[in-house]
């Protein structure tokens, strides 16, 4: 039989015991989860913004109790972003959502850094790596749409310029591949001139005036991001638009339904690329960090924004609300991306947040809908050693007019 002493001993050692499990979960519940924005090519008002959405994201309830953030820019060399992982993966990151500078190049730190426990969410552009996650819009259809509607803009004929996005992302590749399997159709369609203009409306207008200075009779633009200075180049010019088919930019859309711009000759649609992946990436991250949702690596799709002329409406306040979809010129800079918010995925966002980086006052981090779309196969941009759907270049947004 145990002595009062050694019962009293034995309770004793339970309750430290116990209050030392108590402290070690209270640790580990108050324990922030160590997250990284690992950003590649930065400069543009596209990745300013997909950025701050994260960081607002970050700050906003309860969020800002959950999360350490820190950002990384490396720049267009992968060797950097590279280097830039394995200083994450050595830190012990919980999480990295990226912007990839390349599909393939990253692969192997990417495994490392899966096989140590972190997880990689990708937006926008892809990777390769089956144990990453890819967040993007890149196989909604962007370049086959986009290039459809200039066709139809166009009946079929005419001088085209191609204003591109960075050299080597899968973005830009998978955007022109469709594009060229539209234009390919239609022997009237003369593409002469390429240009890489890095989704920037300042390059874009420079390569664009170079290219209007060999062929000042151009017909048509088809551009990735950036496409405000295409139109600004060819205002510079002389004062005639043409067809031009961009991305989501408010000065874009405010000139597709300026009458004005629309009597010198300005048609075209406003889609392409949502910052918005960044703010869903990262939500998606956090619900599967914290459990709430039993999501195994794959490729999810974000959906194509598709805005003709008009179809242009401005919104009241500082949120997409009653259907609109662009901004008084008084309100935020031409540059500014507009799909950057989304009423459905990502409530808790205002342009403040996507122009500063700040919460919105007063929001709080709502849950996502509970299915998520499953992005198809697209070989060397978001799989390797597979095959991509037959219909992968099938038309969604447009029918074609154009024999």
Known sequence: MKSKFSRGVATALGLLAAAGMWTADAHAADKKLKIYLSLSYSGNAWQSEAA?????????????????????????????????????????????????????????????????????????????????????????????NS??????????????????????NSVDKRHTDGAMSVFNKYPGIKVVAEY?????????????????????????????????????????????????????????????????????????????????????????MMEVLQKKRDLKPENIEYPLPWVPADKVKLCKGDKFEDGCNAFPADKVPSSFVTEVLNPELLPELSIQSALNGTPTPGATIQPLPKDIKK?????????????????????????????
């Open 196 to 284: 890489y203009s890095y989704w920037d409306d300042r390059t874009t207008q420079q390569e664009t005036a170079k290219a209007l200075a060999a062929h000042p009779e151009v017909d048509g633009i088809w551009a990735q991001a950036g496409e405000y200075g295409a139109i600004q180049a060819l205002l510079d010019k002389g004062g005639k638009l043409v067809p031009v088919t961009g991305e989501n930019s408010n000065g874009f859309r405010l000139a597709l339904a300026d009458p004005a711009m629309k009597a010198k000759g300005l048609t075209g649609v406003s889609a392409g690329s949502p910052p918005a992946t960044a703010g869903y990436a990262f939500k998606v």
């Open 52 to 144: 701050n959405i994260v960081k607002a994201l970050a700050a906003t309830p309860p969020y800002n109790d959950q999360v350490e953030l820190k950002e990384v820019i490396s720049g267009t060399d992968p060797q950097a972003q590279i280097s830039a992982y394995e200083s994450m993966i050595d830190d012990g990151a919980d999480g990295i959502i990226s912007f990839p500078i390349s599909s393939t190049a990253l692969n192997r730190t990417i495994k490392r850094g899966c096989d140590q426990g972190t997880l990689f969410f990708m937006y926008d552009a892809t990777v390769t790596e089956k144990c990453a996650y890819n967040v993007s819009y890149v196989t909604a259809g962007f370049g086959e």
């Open 375 to 403: 992005a198809p196969d697209a070989p060397g941009i978001n799989c390797d050693k597979c095959e991509a759907p037959a219909d992968q270049y099938k038309l969604t947004k447009i029918d074609a007019t154009v024999n």
């Open 147 to 168: 290039a459809q509607a200039l066709v139809n803009a166009l009946g079929g004929k005419g001088n085209i310029f191609l204003s591109r996005g960075v050299p080597g």
